[in-house]
């Protein structure tokens, strides 16, 4: 338990039921009667409310299209790994020998699924309010600037006017599968040049997966002209 007393330091919130928390900290991977994955999907809705009012509050003249982009770039995996590297949570999570081997400690998925979890367990505990505390200070810490320019970055579109501009043509994406639970399910995109495929990306919307296959066109594109 002095693991969990290390990470409840730096989390600062100390856990009541200690076994909740080793709960929110394990991955279905590992040999245990239980895993994360129901408080992962109650953490979710949790801070999906608690960014959304924040936004809401923070940018009073944002309409409702501005707002969500906002929100999709923070509630996202990449978003929630990023806090969940914050209060270094894959130095903590219990993963099986196979995960270990395999980079589990530092894969994004992972570490926002514990983040979400472990959000998820405070809700139990101590409400919404202990809750967005947590995580109003570590966005706050890990994002100094909320704005639209600096958090949504339209990838699609640089890369359609790139693209055009260079070849005369603008690119297509292809849906390649989803897979994942339908409360969390996850798509993969293909962006394609000529019926080449240039890049591809998943995400937690098929828009997001878009965007994310865009972003890694652009850098591999870039690198072509070198």
Do not use: C
């Not at 693991?3 to 900290?25: N, R, V």
């Not at 394990?26 to 009012?53: C, M, Q, W």
């Not at 505990?125 to 320019?149: C, F, M, S, T, W």
Request: charged share 30%; net charge neutral.
């Amino acid at each position: 338990m002095e693991q969990l007393k290390e990470f409840e330091t730096i989390l600062g919130y100390s856990f009541k039921d200690k076994e909740l928390l080793k709960e929110a900290l394990t991955h279905k991977s590992y040999k245990s009667p239980v895993n994360n994955e129901r408080l992962e999907f109650l953490g979710d809705a949790v801070l999906d409310l608690i960014v959304g009012e924040y936004l809401f509050k923070k940018f009073p003249k944002a309409n409702e299209g501005e707002l969500s982009k906002l929100r999709a770039s923070l509630v996202n995996e990449e978003g929630f790994a990023k806090l969940a590297n914050k209060l270094k949570i894959g130095d903590f999570i219990f993963i099986s020998q196979a995960e270990e081997n395999n980079h589990g400690r530092t894969k994004p998925s992972l570490l926002s699924n514990a983040f979400e979890a472990v959000m998820g367990a405070i809700y139990l505990e101590e409400g919404l309010e202990r809750v967005r505390k947590i995580v109003l200070e570590l966005l706050e810490e890990a994002y100094p600037k909320i704005d639209l320019n600096s958090l949504f970055k339209d990838y699609k579109t640089t890369l359609q006017e790139l693209t055009q501009a260079r070849y005369g043509v603008t690119p297509t994406y292809k849906l390649l599968g989803s897979s994942g639970p339908d409360h969390k399910k996850e798509f993969e995109v293909a962006v394609q040049l000529h019926n080449e495929t240039i890049a591809t990306a998943k995400g937690r919307s098929k828009k997001n997966a878009q965007q994310e296959a865009a972003k890694k066109a652009l850098a591999i594109l870039k690198v072509r002209d070198e």
